[in-house]
Structure formats: C-alpha cells, structure tokens
C-alpha cells in the first residue's frame, strides 16, 4: 500500500510529503540491514558447518557491520516517523 493511498495531503503539504520519503527511506534500510543479518547469520552457521576460514569470517563481519549501519538510523527514524503520524492524528490534522 503506497503511502499516498493511507494519506491524501502528503501530495499537497511539504512536511509530509518529506515524512512519506523518510519512511520509504526506512522501509528499504530495514529490509536491507536485516537481510544483511540474515546473511551474517547463514554464513556463520555454513562456515562452522564446514571450514571457518578467514573468508567467512571476513563476511560475517561485513555482513554484521553493515546492518548495523543500516539499521541503526532506520529504527530511530521509523519510530520518529511513527511518533510524527500519531501526534498529528491526535492533533486532528
């Protein structure tokens, strides 16, 4: 469901609009860092079902590194976006 569909100002007022493209923003960061954890995730258990080489453990690492990057900012801002979206609700806007 598009963002536009759930609120018809976001085209007309700048501050939504802006919200809308923070959240699609957060959608892919959080998709993309917790695919990244599930990577980190499988290649730790592939590579200690087999041979824990210097490569894997290097992928793991980056892998893990990454998502947290991704993550980190994608969790703050979601929840700023949420906050944002229920203060105007309560506020009738």
Known sequence: MAATDQDPDAHTDPVRRRRRQVQRAVTIASRTGY???G???AAFFVALATEFNGVMATLVIAALIAASILLAPAIVLGY???AADRDDRRRGL
Do not use: G
Request: overall charge positive; charged content about 10%.
């Open 35 to 37: 695919a990244l954890l």
């Open 39 to 41: 990577v980190a995730m």
């Open 80 to 82: 700023a976006v949420k």
